[in-house]
């Protein structure tokens, strides 16, 4: 597994961020540079911020374990990692739920906005619209920054059955910026560092693990099987 890394510093007019150890130029995840040993077997964090009603949630409704992931849509670990959170889907039904949240990193100039589109798209067409646009996103992006264009944003909408006259206005608004914004650093304050990373909670909001990069699943599994025997 491998993932983003870049810390961060938040000011409250605005956030700045440097890159520490990062290959934002590559196109293969496996030219990143790869997580300890500790993190693609899973390690203590967080606590993550408790999933609320205004949280993307996929999956069982009364979930035992919630993997919560911190993404970036032109991420290409991110974009890796995605088809491993829906084959955990597949396999465990309703005895998890994934939770979406938000973490564009700055030097991935679309992924900000990519991700405002997402939360119009759940405004106008609720869960369902928001998982079908994250879906579409990560199949299409060729990553690394600009892999999904912004002109195709609206389209995008279209394509899905969303209002595109709406959806537009939403998005041009601006609207949804300071949420993502907050997700970052809600993310940050968590220990989020780099994309993707996921936690393991448990339904009563116990942070029992993480997962920085896009860990295959083989080694997800491990810490959903210890999380539902807590459970």
């Known amino acids: 597994g491998a993932f983003l890394v870049v810390p961060r510093l938040y000011s409250s007019a605005s956030r700045t961020s440097t890159v520490a150890s990062t290959s934002s130029g590559s196109s293969a995840p496996s030219a990143a540079a790869a997580p300890s040993a500790a993190g693609t077997t899973g390690q203590s964090a967080g606590p993550a911020k408790p999933v609320g009603k205004d949280d993307h949630v996929r999956g069982g409704k009364n979930p035992q374990v919630y993997l919560v992931e911190y993404s970036d849509f032109e991420c290409p670990f991110c974009k890796h990692f995605h088809p491993t959170m829906q084959q955990a889907l597949q396999e465990y039904g309703d005895k998890i739920a994934w939770v979406y949240r938000h973490y564009p990193l700055s030097f991935h100039a679309n992924a900000p906005k990519e991700a405002e589109a997402t939360e119009c798209a759940n405004e106008l067409g609720g869960s369902d619209k928001f998982w079908a ?40 608004s601006g609207k949804y910026a300071a949420h993502v914004n907050q997700d970052e650093t809600e993310g940050t304050s968590a220990g989020v560092s780099g994309t993707p990373t996921t936690f393991v909670v448990t339904a009563d909001g116990k942070t029992l693990t993480s997962f920085p990069g896009a860990v295959p699943y083989e080694q997800v599994k491990p810490g959903i099987d210890q999380a539902l025997s807590k459970s």
């Open 133 to 172: 646009y994250t879906d579409k996103i990560f199949e299409r992006t060729t990553s690394n920054g600009t892999g999904f264009a912004l002109d195709a944003l609206v389209p995008l909408a279209k394509e899905i059955g969303l209002n595109e006259t709406k959806f537009k206005s939403c998005l041009d």
